[in-house]
């Protein structure tokens, strides 16, 4: 569990840095990879890391958080959001 919380850590650091989208708090939250979120929401991998950087997931459409949501199990909205601490 520690290593878990480390790489969440590690994710939120970069999402405060201006580094990476919420998308990847979410990611190591749930334990996966870019590999296996793009099997589970049906993207090419380098799809999935390109949603990774701030500037292209402010600028997804709205079916595509959709599916992430989905898969996370929250809304696009929390999908959108990560916690301060």
Same mark, same amino acid.
């Given at each position: 569990w520690?290593?878990?919380?480390?790489?969440? !850590? /590690? !994710?939120?650091?970069g999402i405060?840095?201006? @580094?990476? *989208?919420p998308? !990847?708090f979410? #990611? !190591?939250k749930s +334990? #996966?990879?870019?590999?296996?979120?793009?099997? &589970?929401?049906?993207? *090419? $991998?380098w799809r999935? /890391?390109?949603?990774? /950087?701030?500037a292209?997931? @402010? $600028?997804l459409? +709205?079916?595509?958080?959709?599916r &992430? *949501?989905?898969?996370?199990?929250?809304?696009?909205k929390?999908?959108? +959001? &990560?916690?301060?601490?």
């Amino acid at each position: 569990w520690e290593v878990i919380g480390q790489e969440v !850590a /590690k !994710a939120l650091e970069g999402i405060r840095a201006g @580094k990476l *989208s919420p998308l !990847a708090f979410h #990611m !190591a939250k749930s +334990q #996966m990879n870019t590999g296996l979120l793009a099997q &589970y929401v049906g993207f *090419s $991998r380098w799809r999935v /890391k390109r949603h990774l /950087k701030p500037a292209v997931f @402010k $600028r997804l459409n +709205q079916t595509v958080p959709e599916r &992430y *949501s989905d898969d996370f199990e929250i809304t696009v909205k929390q999908l959108q +959001q &990560y916690p301060e601490k």
